[in-house]
């Protein structure tokens, strides 16, 4: 059975755990409170919901187009651009007080379908409900230039600008008038207003676009894009490790090694982890509507993309079951079982000693975390921005978010960890380079968050990657799971408590306690099915 810690080192790890979970609360937990930016906050003080949302847009489209909305689907959508200069730049506060409530980067995106089979996209504050920026794409361009820019600049009036403000404009072929307000300027970034006057069902002038963002300087914009492209393609070549190179490598010496193993071996949490990761996947579809803009994605473009998407996920589905039996038979084969079965001696006891040892150990990594997010801050400058594609807006059902945490910790402790540790200290002979590989790869699957620079995951990762190699190679492939399951659980259930919504509260707390109830489970479960039969006396 894998080694657990010392009697006597509890103490030690549960000092360690105190002292970590102290530094995550003072660096990142109690600077969100303070912060309007961040995510969470935002979730916590909203007062217009979806539904309070879209009810306002169809009221305003009504009134507004002149035209009556048969279909309404809402979505949480952002400007990262913006959000992440002013983030870079230390201006959050600053904007969140000038110019939130006027230009927000973060809103609810209402797309209606008009009885005319016209698109329309409402924006709508998702604090105070107000409507911030629309675009119908119905309607005749207007045609004359000089009335086309007297009605976009009484629209802008309308809205609160002043006539002073609104000297610098360009007008395009489409019907719009593009404004540079004077005034309306933060750090190197200005306030672009885009108004569209178009003719209406009745024939009438309709302003048919109207929007206000602020443009981040181009030399950022330029940066950002190229950031983006080095993460496309590292996040590429991950994908393929994980799901090609690992699956045809972990088949080959699944068979290899298959009678030091069992092909059942994994079969069950392969199947758990399946269903959930589809499950998961598909549930995100409106962060992938977000991405793609105000492109219209018909019925049948969803059903496509979702075919894909469980397409795509079927190779990883492999990889993991076949590293899983692989790895498992290659340690097994060096006399190293880091992944007990369920029917040796002790399995139940170990079971219930990894979760009590892995909620100190994620503990001491959050910790850890935050004090590499500091150090990157301060040393090469790291700052992050909002993501509609993830955020908890845009899942269909937020309780269930947490169980990703349990896809991770499943999918990549046994690609990464069980099998990826094995096959290459079998070609290395060096545990180090054997735990480095797999790490690098694990990292540059995860350079596509909204954290810059982009090398900023990579170099976190890389160290709390190494640390899971360690703990694998330690406390086995059970504490390892159970670690990165809980340390991902935490900071998941923070966004489901900032809700304040007593389904997700308590989904969350369900989550956190989770861990122990399985392996209270099974430890319950294995002493009941072994347990040890008494000596027959000699008579």
Known sequence: MVNSIAPGDWKRFMWAAIIGAVIFVLAQILPSQGS????????????????????????????????????????????SLAAGYFSKQKLTSKFDKAYGN???????????????????????????????GWNWKGGVPFPEEQSLVQKATQAALDAGFRQEELTETITSPRGEVVFYPKGYKLGEANLMLTVGVASGPDGKPVINRYKAVFTPPADYVSNIDKQKGIANVLSVVSLL???????????IYA???????????????????????????????????????????TDQGK?????????MLVPVALAVYFSLVAGDGMWRSNKRPLWPGFREKGYGDHVWRSVGLSYLLALILLGLQSIIFIVLEKGIGSWSTTDATTSPYNIGT??????????????????????????????????????????????LGHVGYPIFPFYTRVIELVILG????????????????????????????????ATGEAINVTAAIIYVVLPVIIAGGIRYWHRKRFRPQPDIPLT
């Open 102 to 132: 006027d230009f927000p980067y973060d809103t609810f995106r209402v797309q209606l379908k008009m009885k005319d089979d016209t698109n329309a996209f409402v924006y709508v504050h998702m604090t105070t409900g107000k409507v911030v």
């Open 255 to 297: 068979v290899l090694y298959r009678r030091h193993t069992t092909f059942k071996r994994g079969l069950f949490i392969s199947a758990l982890f399946t269903i959930f990761y589809i499950y998961s996947n598909l549930d995100m579809m409106d962060g992938i509507m977000a991405q793609s803009g105000e492109e219209i994605m």
């Open 398 to 443: 937020l309780w269930l978010l947490p169980t990703l945490a349990w896809c991770a910790a499943i999918s990549e402790e046994a690609i990464y960890r069980l099998f990826g540790i094995a096959i290459f200290k079998r070609w290395f002979k060096n545990t180090f380079i054997a735990s480095l590989i797999p790490t690098v790869m694990w990292a």
């Open 241 to 251: 490790y994980m799901a090609l190179m690992t699956l045809v490598l972990a088949i």
């Open 466 to 497: 190494l640390l899971f190699c360690f703990i694998f190679m330690r406390f086995g492939f059970i504490t390892a799971v159970f670690t990165h399951a809980i340390l991902d659980t935490l900071l998941m259930s923070l966004s489901l408590v």
């Open 303 to 311: 059903l496509v993309m979702q075919i894909i998407t469980v397409v």
């Open 36 to 79: 309007s930016s961040m995510e969470e906050e935002s979730i916590a003080s909203v007062k217009a919901s979806k539904s309070k949302a879209e009810q306002q847009a169809l009221q305003f489209a009504k009134e507004h187009f002149r035209e009556e909305p048969v279909e309404a689907h809402t979505i949480y959508q952002t400007d």
